[in-house]
């Protein structure tokens, strides 16, 4: 019974009933459970903002303040997937560390009880509190050092950057990675969201939910492109290479990272406040010649693609922030699961609250028929 053609990509196609964000790639609106990402990245913080998006509504001051604690007292990482993660390659990509750790929680907690509220709740306090926890561990392991204990006298943004600096990081740094988590927590259908809204489907642990979309917020076309839109700007290396290097690429069809979106027709609202952000940082710890390129980038590419509804989106400057802050570039689509993480566990308990496993159908285009040709006849 087929209901629709087939649209590549399932461009269009509505995957599932949502309430949890409502993006309008016209107007450049991206809202979470309805308020606006401006509001939120200006007034909320991440785990107020994460709290919203699983729960549904904005925490009390008890409610926030039980749930901060809770993720607190959760932040300590197993010592066994930390022996793990000692056993890991230290060129292997953090990414696929952090996928590997996160599906190995599943090992500790394997009694599934879904519907169970409290279950819902310590599967969602845990992979909230360890994940960064594992993405610090595995940047110091990889440079050969023991891994920091969490510090609880600090936030969770601050106390990511301890760990993954072993210092306390400056006040503003620490509240800007804050809003940067908030831009990133969550994004309607987008293929990890999706990815984790199919392996949800199935009834399998939150784990694995979060291990699938790790593996797919990896790829150069979704949460990677952050990470090679710095090396992009590396590459092009000053001002006036940025013309010739868009049209060398758009005259290979080769995409430019860090631009156009399969909603947003418009400049992402999120990169909007990624760059005040990101001149906040630079007006306190100095320019970063690299934004200058960006900027003209930017025009360029609007000259030549605006028409075409191609502009900035969240990956071309999150990594211009990151930069600022001593962050190493492989570790920018961590930080973008980091903050993610929420939004996948979001789209998890919405989809058990409605479950049906997903199982769409195909156009066939192949043979019928075919008679087996035997070994010695081929
Ligand atoms: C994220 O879905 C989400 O919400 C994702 C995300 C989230 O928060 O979860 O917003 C995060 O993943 C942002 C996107 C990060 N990826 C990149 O920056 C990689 C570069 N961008 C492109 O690969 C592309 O724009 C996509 C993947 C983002 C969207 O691709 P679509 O919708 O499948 O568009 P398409 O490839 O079909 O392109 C349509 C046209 C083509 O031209 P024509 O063949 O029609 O002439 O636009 C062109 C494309 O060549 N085009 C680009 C381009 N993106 C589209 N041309 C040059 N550079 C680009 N970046």
Redesign the pocket.
């Known amino acids: 019974m087929m209901v629709c053609e087939y649209k590549p990509?399932l461009?269009g196609i509505p995957a599932a009933q949502s309430s949890i964000s409502y993006?309008d790639g016209q107007k450049g609106i991206l809202e979470y459970r309805g308020i606006r990402i401006e509001e939120l990245a200006a007034k909320s913080t991440f785990l107020e903002t994460a709290y919203l998006l699983i729960w549904g509504e904005l925490p009390s001051k008890e409610e926030l303040k039980a749930f901060e604690e809770e993720v607190r007292l959760h932040r300590r990482i197993k010592y066994r997937i930390r022996d793990m993660m000692k056993c890991f390659p230290e060129s292997g990509h953090p990414m696929d560390a952090l996928q590997a750790s996160a599906a190995a929680l599943g090992l500790f907690y394997s009694l599934r009880d879904l519907h169970n509220p409290a279950y819902i709740r310590d599967s969602v306090v845990r992979l909230i509190a360890t994940i960064p926890t594992m993405v610090a561990a595995f940047q110091l392991m990889r440079k050969g050092n023991d891994p920091v204990k969490p510090r609880d006298d600090l936030d969770y943004s601050a106390n990511f950057l301890y760990m993954l600096h072993e210092k306390e990081p400056d006040a503003l740094a620490a509240k800007i990675f804050d809003i940067c988590l908030i831009l990133?927590v969550e994004?309607?259908?987008?293929?990890?969201?999706f990815s984790a809204r199919v392996t949800a489907s199935t009834l399998t642990d939150p784990y694995a939910v979060v291990a699938s979309a790790v593996g797919t917020l990896g790829g150069?076309?979704?949460?990677g492109?952050n990470e090679?839109?710095i090396q992009m700007l590396e590459e092009i290396g000053s001002v006036e290479n940025v013309r010739p290097y868009v049209e060398e690429?758009?005259q290979n069809?080769?995409?430019?990272?860090?631009?156009?979106?399969?909603?947003?027709k418009v400049k992402?609202p999120?990169a909007i406040i990624l760059q005040e952000l990101a001149e906040q940082l630079f007006d306190k710890f100095g320019g970063d010649k690299y934004y200058e390129i960006a900027q003209e980038m930017e025009r360029v590419?609007e000259e030549k693609?605006g028409h075409?509804g191609?502009y900035p989106?969240?990956?071309?400057y999150s990594g211009l922030v990151y930069r600022k802050m001593g962050i190493p570039t492989d570790l920018f689509t961590p930080i973008f699961a980091i903050a993610?993480v929420a939004g996948w566990l979001a789209h998890w308990k919405e989809q058990l609250a409605e479950n049906r496993i997903f199982r769409p159908t195909q156009v066939y285009n192949g043979k019928h028929e075919v008679p087996y040709t035997p070994l010695d006849q081929r």
């Open positions: 990509g461009e993006v990133h994004h309607t259908m987008n293929a990890s969201t150069p076309l979704h949460g492109a090679e839109v690429r758009l069809k080769q995409k430019l990272m860090g631009f156009g979106h399969r909603v947003y992402d999120r590419v693609l075409k191609i989106n969240v990956d071309f993610r």
